[in-house]
């Protein structure tokens, strides 16, 4: 039982990793090896977080009878409608940031730069970036 549609909802995307996948996956397919080249995690997170968001629906594997073995993972109709759903989150929480000044989003300037107005992706540049960040403001 949910309190609300939004606590369902959320309930589906939370972790590190399936909301970003879903930028990942919007508008094209993807190979294991391209989700996991982008993300920086494991095979194994990533194969954990796929089989989570294709059991829920918004994922469809396609394996491709050849060698060596290829498999393609792309978003559901369900999957399109939620990251048309968050991708609304984003631009809120940039407007709430913006405004209130107590939140910095990193992505924010990089994604406007190359007309991306999606999701921000969690790269290891990114994850770089911030660490030597909070080593700055340590000092």
Known sequence: ?????????LSIIGGKWKSVILYLLAG?????????????????VL??????????GLVVR???????PHVEYRLTAEGE?????????NYWGENRARIT?????????EMKQSGDDGLCVITK?????????????KD
């Open 1 to 9: 039982m949910y309190n609300t549609g939004a606590d369902y909802a």
């Open 28 to 44: 094209h397919p993807r190979r294991t090896s391209e989700l996991v080249k982008q993300l920086g995690t494991s095979y194994k």
């Open 47 to 56: 194969s954990d977080q796929l089989r989570e968001m294709i059991d829920a």
């Open 62 to 68: 396609k394996s491709f009878n050849t060698i060596p």
């Open 81 to 89: 409608n939620l990251y048309a759903a968050l991708r609304y989150l």
């Open 101 to 109: 000044g107590d939140a910095k989003i990193m992505c924010t300037d």
């Open 125 to 137: 540049k990114h994850l770089n970036h911030w660490k030597q960040e909070i080593v700055k403001s």
